[in-house]
């Protein structure tokens, strides 16, 4: 029952109207009495009722009368008719109203009068809670931020709120019983949204595109539900709720455009992009990362483990201390690695990276960019290289300019103590001790003039003159060297056989190869000592199986090897150590160019070198000189010369020494010998007998006149004289230029007996 629920009581008979009130207070109601029509006018003018029971016959007025005048007040007032006469039906003809719910007859029945209070009051309640919640509907309805529409079965517009009519731009009276589908862009949408409301009457987060009344299409989020709704008479229908989402669809539109963009910029510069969260240890790169590295992206390096691990190993501990930098310090770093592809090999790359929610709590992360910059790497390396070698051109030029200057004084002192050498066996027994010392001088001198040429080709780049020889003896000779400078703690185990074969080699070469190789191995075992084996055998191919044997005249091998039991050779650097400028020496200990001339002679004997070596296990070296069917040439400087000749020799050279030793061999061959060491003195000489002298041997070199020009003053004075020029070293005089001068021999210093007999006994034969 209704909290107020009033009743008017209006009839001229007092006891039955107080009666009335009575009952209908004790029951609960809000109840008011008027005896005539004129006393209810005036209540209902001052109060509004529910209901009114009105006698159809009062003294001032008829009841139909008043009920017409009450209604013009208090529409919203229902009434029920009191008589004593006449019928319902006349009753409702006279009035012919339709608020009058009922006729009651006198004398009446109170129950039955009761009962129609009743349901007239609780309909009246049941019609004001109805249009107090159509009320509140249509309030929420035409209030709500959000575009909602009323739809029938058929999907045509029933109702549309205010949010609605903005969105779409129409009016209320252009949508209502308008089709929806008609408004919605896209067969498949419209397809899929009645399928959908047909098999599951809902469509629940369905992206539709609608086209408003400016022809704009407007993409909305609609959630579309059946629903039975009694204030629209209990008809079945649909509620469809929708959010404007166009901006948002045009921003991701957008943002996918940048993205593409984004992601074209990042493949073309080749640029990786990762994101970093240090809590969970989660790292995500771009989609390119299968293209620069090879992997499947977010499946091999899901976590920041998983990318450590194809860093190089000798660039984790830099990755680690940067990354400790930059979480602690927050500070943007750069740092430059290596990395390895899916193919196993490292490129170098630059990760520039800064740190993100540093001050908020919020997890850390660390965003960066990785940059492939092995192509620039190796171009600054290949520049680098370039520099070094230009800077070893230079250098080897200014040794090759000095090592002219060297060459020339040492082969002079060499010339000299050969020279004296040989004119001394005159005074030596065969067997004595001052004979085998004399042949031991030599045969130093000649190795020290082998050096001097070894240095002034080095310096030069000329190509080596290779001999015929048995390299037994040379390796002999280097162990000998090899062992006086070597530590105790290092033992020397030899294994030479002789004759093995002939090779064709430099004999200064070889004996520089296996130097350097030695004193290598004795610097691999210089802490802790060991044993260095040298061994020299006969092979038919090469140890690694991977060279094809030579044609048939092939020969075979001599395999020199030369094996530690050192510290060895770390893997990675075996491949580099024939590199130029390559090692792992201190400064003060090495070049870097031992083994890679070592390698260069190798090559130009046409032979091959192979390194085997372990780290703490040692290294053996094998080298293979290819054996040629031809006898060893020899230099015995013990060679006795028997002669009678007595022809006369104009001998000048700027060192007295050099002139006294010549003057003793060629005496001891039976040459008349007359010596200057002033080329001026020695050219007046023979212009005063010129016919007393039969060759001329002078030096190049020589501080008032040069040996070229002294040749050329004597020509003129005797056409036909013979003359021989030796130099020790000299960039202005070679054998094409002396025979261009008329010149009839060009020899280098140091001489040996036997050269020095053969070079005059050829000019003055011819």
């Not at 205010?162 to 397809?191: C, P």
């Not at 629940?204 to 959630?223: G, H, M, W």
């Not at 530690?564 to 160019?593: Q, W």
């Amino acid at each position: 029952m209704c909290e107020e629920t009033k009743i008017l009581i209006i009839d001229d008979n007092e006891p039955l109207a107080n009666t009335l009130q009575e009952l209908l207070v004790e029951i609960g109601y809000t109840t008011y009495v008027a005896f005539s029509g004129k006393e209810a006018m005036q209540i209902v003018h001052e109060h509004t009722f529910d209901l009114a029971l009105v006698d159809i016959q009062l003294p001032d007025t008829e009841g139909h009368v008043l009920i017409k005048d009450m209604i013009e007040v208090t529409p919203e007032t229902e009434y029920i008719i009191i008589t004593g006469h006449a019928s319902l039906e006349s009753a409702i003809d006279i009035v012919g109203l339709n608020q009058i719910l009922s006729y009651e007859t006198k004398p009446m029945d109170l129950y039955r009068l009761q009962v129609l209070i009743r349901q007239v009051i609780s309909r009246k309640e049941a019609e004001k809670n109805n249009k107090e919640s159509q009320l509140k509907y249509q309030a929420i309805f035409n209030e709500s931020v959000f575009p909602i529409l009323i739809l029938n079965e058929s999907l045509r517009i029933l109702e549309i709120n205010t949010a609605g009519e903005n969105l779409l731009k129409y009016s209320k009276k252009d949508l209502i019983d308008t089709d929806f589908s008609g408004l919605i862009r896209g067969s498949r949408m419209k397809n899929e949204l009645i399928n959908g409301l047909i098999t599951k009457s809902s469509m629940q987060d369905f992206e539709l595109n609608l086209c408003a009344a400016d022809q704009k299409v407007i993409t909305v989020l609609s959630n579309t539900k059946k629903l039975e709704n009694e204030f629209l008479e209990n008809k079945k229908c649909f509620v469809c709720t929708m959010v404007d989402i166009t901006k948002r669809v045009e921003a991701k539109v957008e943002l996918s455009i940048w993205k593409g963009r984004y992601d074209a910029l990042m493949k073309s510069s080749g640029n990786l992009i990762y994101d970093w969260d240090t809590e969970s240890n989660e790292i995500i790169f771009s989609e390119n990362f299968e293209e620069v590295l090879g992997f499947k992206n977010n499946v091999h390096t899901k976590y920041i483990h998983d990318w450590f691990a194809l860093i190089h190993r000798n660039d984790k501990e830099l990755y680690n201390s940067a990354n400790d930098e930059l979480v602690n310090t927050g500070k943007v770093n750069q740092l430059e690695y290596r990395v390895m592809k899916k193919n196993g090999t490292y490129i170098y790359v630059e990760d520039n990276r800064f740190l993100v929610d540093k001050t908020v709590k919020q997890k850390l992360r660390v965003i960066g960019y990785i940059k492939d910059i092995t192509k620039i790497k190796t171009a600054t390396e290949e520049k680098q290289k370039r520099e070094k070698q230009r800077r070893h051109a230079q250098k080897m030029e200014a040794i090759g300019t000095m090592a002219g200057g060297i060459a020339h004084d040492f082969n002079n002192i060499l010339h000299a103590i050969i020279g004296f050498s040989q004119a001394s066996f005159k005074f030596a027994q065969p067997e004595t001790k001052l004979h085998h010392n004399l042949n031991t001088l030599c045969q130093v001198a000649f190795r020290g003039a082998g050096l001097v040429k070894q240095i002034l080709t080095f310096s030069r780049q000329d190509d080596e003159v290779l001999c015929p020889m048995d390299i037994s003896g040379i390796i002999k000779e280097v162990l000998r060297l090899v062992r006086a400078s070597t530590p105790t703690s290092i033992d020397i185990v030899q294994n030479i056989q002789s004759n093995l074969g002939t090779v064709m080699a430099d004999p200064t070469q070889v004996h520089q190869v296996l130097m350097n190789l030695c004193n290598n191995a004795a610097h691999a075992m210089k802490e802790s000592g060991g044993t260095l084996t040298v061994k020299l055998e006969k092979t038919d191919e090469i140890d690694n199986g991977k060279e094809d044997i030579p044609p048939d005249d092939h020969l075979g091998y001599l395999k020199l090897t030369v094996a530690d039991t050192g510290s060895g050779i770390a893997e990675d650097h075996l491949e580099r150590i024939f590199d130029p400028y390559f090692t792992t020496k201190d400064v003060d200990e090495g070049s870097g160019l031992g083994l890679s001339v070592v390698h260069g002679i190798i090559k130009n004997h046409k032979g091959k070198i192979n390194v085997i070596s372990k780290p703490e296990m040692g290294t053996v070296f094998h080298i293979y000189f290819p054996q040629v069917d031809r006898k060893p040439s020899t230099l015995n400087p013990l060679k006795s010369i028997s002669t009678n000749k007595s022809e006369h020799i104009l001998l000048v050279d700027d060192e007295p020494h050099v002139v006294e030793a010549h003057k003793q061999n060629l005496t001891n061959l039976g040459y008349k010998v007359t010596g200057f060491i002033d080329s001026k003195q020695a050219l007046e000489f023979f212009q005063a007998h010129p016919d007393d002298v039969d060759l001329i041997f002078t030096d190049m070199t020589m501080p008032s006149l040069t040996g070229d020009k002294l040749a050329i003053e004597a020509k003129k004075t005797r056409e036909n004289i013979p003359v021989i020029i030796c130099t020790g070293y000299s960039d202005k005089m070679n054998e094409e230029k002396a025979k261009s001068l008329g010149i009839d021999s060009f020899i280098m210093k140091p001489i040996f007996r036997d050269d020095l007999l053969k070079c005059i006994s050829e000019v003055l034969n011819n």
